[in-house]
């Protein structure tokens, strides 16, 4: 079945600064690659999301990319705010079949 | 609109209970997910539903886990005999139409969070 790993486990940054958060995938099969942001006690929340006909999509402040050929793809947050500081979940799926998620990033920004 | 919700929030039960937790989607979504999270873990897949038929049940665990969604809408996963390994947060998530084609973002409700004493 699919595996995917995270990295790093936590991450702190200034604010201003940029956050990037790493995944791999085990399954070629998989073409849908998810983030969510999970905040203490709260439900996970779909930040962005790509698919695998696709090497980039931006939303304002955040960004993903996907390596089809390496099986990784990457979050990355620019001009990080505290209001940032969250759980992070990368996910990955085949068509039709459940997220397979990584075990999280813990983001800490600080003023 | 109102999304996915669950009940109840919290449920404290002693070992060798039975519980059941409730899921309702949102309304027109025809896949239902369950998942569960242990602390400072991913959420980990459990059963899949489309329509009112499991599509994948390959994720639970064991045999005292059951899921069911009778009608298409509302599904309710029942454990037996609990045990102390089972205290996690269990979350539901829906979609409007995974197809062969494609994935369709997973709509998560807050989860229930299940402590076995």
């Known amino acids: 079945g699919e595996n995917v790993e995270q990295h790093p486990s936590t991450l702190s940054v200034q604010e201003g600064d940029s956050a990037v958060i790493k995944c791999t995938y085990s399954?070629?099969?998989?073409?849908?690659f998810p983030w969510y942001k999970q905040e203490l006690g709260k439900r996970p929340q779909l930040i962005i999301d790509?698919?695998?006909?696709?090497g980039e999509k931006k939303d304002q402040r955040i960004a993903v990319t996907l390596n089809k050929t390496a099986k990784h793809f990457s979050l990355h947050i620019t001009e990080t705010q505290p209001e940032d500081s969250a759980v992070y979940f990368c996910?990955?799926?085949?068509?039709?079949?459940?997220?397979?998620f990584g075990k999280g990033t813990s983001l800490l920004v600080t003023p | 609109g109102a999304g996915v919700s669950q009940t109840p929030s919290n449920k404290v039960t002693e070992k060798g209970k039975y519980v059941e937790l409730r899921c309702d989607p949102i309304s027109g979504h025809t896949a239902l997910y369950w998942y569960r999270q242990s602390l400072g873990q991913g959420p980990e897949f459990l059963i899949y539903?489309?329509?009112?038929?499991?599509?994948?049940d390959s994720g639970l665990p064991n045999d005292r886990f059951f899921a069911v969604r009778p009608e298409g809408s509302v599904s309710t996963l029942k454990i037996q005999r609990t045990e102390r390994g089972d205290s996690a947060v269990y979350l539901c998530?829906?979609?409007?139409?995974?197809?062969?084609?494609?994935?369709?973002?997973?709509?998560f409700g807050p989860g229930t969070r299940l402590t076995v004493l």
């Open positions: 998530a829906s979609s409007l139409t995974p197809h062969f084609a494609a994935s369709d973002t997973q709509y």
């Open positions: 996910a990955a799926s085949r068509p039709g079949y459940a997220l397979n």
């Open positions: 399954d070629s099969a998989s073409n849908y």
């Open positions: 539903f489309q329509g009112t038929g499991a599509a994948d």
């Open positions: 790509i698919r695998s006909n696709v």
